[in-house]
């Protein structure tokens, strides 16, 4: 089964280093004991200017004049030899699609930031890893936070046994340049997320699996300690969600705190509630409701509890319509959407298909079966956006054109010269 798969990025203390008041991410290996050991102090730190949750890693190369050479600012899930070389990694055995996160980026010069991923699988013939992927991008000056994706390329048909990520300061770390500052934030390796729809998904578990808060028994839960954690939940359809119940762990003795955010393409959020505190005095489903929102996506992002920072759920249940998305389907016209047009031509369309919106939306496209078969994201207002589908049979399709304030389909029929 395909799933995505979090890399864990929680930020907390692990304690001083030489004398240094620095935080490592945990899970993380970084540069900091290669810095601070050669007094250029720490090149890892935690930021609180984060893209979610608390906090950020920040990166930032640092001159070592005892090296006479600027050392990067390096956090990597292998080991860290001498602040440049890495090896090892972490369990880990998805055939992921890439590597997805956050950075902002102020660079020095021209120096860019470094993003590499490796997935390996022990070879025990030659006792030597084989690469089963591989990706490796480079981001210039990003002055707001900014996605990225590593693609990865497949050399086998394999699956993983670990992934090694490198994220520097320096694309080049034996060249860094000093002065360069990359933040870092919310690294997710997932699947195919265009397509791919898991039920529940969480930021980390403590062996209480996100899985338990579906299984309609209060007696088991999903478990994670830390301000930020969330847990995840995705529709089959689109639907307009107006609430979410939660049985919480302890629900009797301490009260929960916790925000809603939805999203229809889980790349951009909405807060929908934040700040959400439970009752205290129950071990039931309890209703939190707030305004009615199109997603396809929610997210519970957990602010722990009123005497610790464990977010434990033991049910959850989202409350929303069904399926409202549809019902547009059969019309054959243009839409205005709010004000502003939504224009797909030419109909009947061979090659190419032209589709104007009047808002960011997500640009969806469906077969007879209901398929999907096409999916944009990121669709920019007011640009004529052309979709590709010489790819498809000849037959009747579903164009749904979505952001989360409408959602409008049309349909179109592709022909075949
Ligand atoms: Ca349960």
Not at 5 to 10: E, K, R, S, V, W
């Amino acid at each position: 089964m395909k799933r995505n798969y979090f890399l864990l990025l929680p930020f907390l203390i692990l304690g001083p280093l030489f004398g240094q008041a620095y935080e490592n991410p945990i899970n993380w290996y970084t540069s900091n004991s290669y810095s601070t050991y050669n007094s250029a102090g720490a090149t890892v730190s935690k930021s609180t200017d984060a893209k979610g949750g608390l906090f950020a890693a920040r990166l930032e190369g640092k001159n070592a004049a005892l090296l006479g050479k600027t050392i990067p600012g390096v956090i990597t899930t292998g080991i860290l030899k001498g602040g440049i070389n890495v090896s090892g990694g972490q369990l880990y055995t998805i055939r992921s699609q890439k590597l997805t996160g956050y950075y902002k980026y102020s660079p020095q010069g021209a120096d860019m930031a470094g993003f590499e991923v490796l997935l390996t699988k022990w070879n025990p013939t030659t006792l030597k890893r084989d690469t089963i992927a591989y990706g490796n991008v480079s981001k210039g000056a990003a002055a707001g936070y900014t996605a990225f994706n590593v693609p990865l390329t497949y050399k086998t048909t394999d699956a993983p046994d670990s992934q090694l990520v490198v994220i520097s300061s320096s694309a080049d770390r034996l060249n860094a340049i000093a002065g360069s500052v990359l933040l870092i934030d919310g690294l997710l390796f997932i699947g195919d997320a265009n397509t791919e729809c898991v039920p529940v998904l969480a930021s980390s578990n403590d062996g209480n699996l996100p899985e338990n808060v579906l299984d309609n028994n209060l007696q088991t839960r999903w478990s994670a300690k830390g301000d930020g954690q969330w847990i995840e939940f995705c529709l089959e359809t689109e639907n307009e969600v107006d609430g979410v119940e939660i049985a919480f762990h302890s629900g009797k003795i301490r009260k929960s705190i916790f925000d809603v955010l939805t999203s229809l393409d889980r790349v951009t959020w909405t807060n929908v509630a934040l700040g959400l505190t439970s009752c205290g005095t129950s071990n039931d489903l309890e209703k939190f409701s707030f305004n009615k929102i199109m997603a396809k996506y929610v997210r519970i992002v957990g602010h722990g509890n009123s005497l610790n920072l464990w977010n434990s759920y033991c049910e959850v249940k989202l409350s929303y319509d069904t399926a409202p998305a549809e019902k547009n389907i059969t019309s054959n016209n243009n839409y205005n959407v709010g004000s502003k047009i939504f224009d797909v031509y030419p109909n009947p369309a061979n090659d190419i298909l032209y589709i104007t919106v009047g808002e960011n939306s997500i640009i969806q496209i469906f077969n007879i079966n209901g398929s999907q078969v096409v999916y944009q994201s990121n669709v920019e207002e007011n640009q004529i956006h052309s979709v590709d589908v010489k790819g498809l049979t000849a037959g009747i399709y579903l164009v749904k054109v979505s952001n989360n304030k409408f959602i409008k389909t049309q349909k179109v029929v592709i022909n075949k010269p």
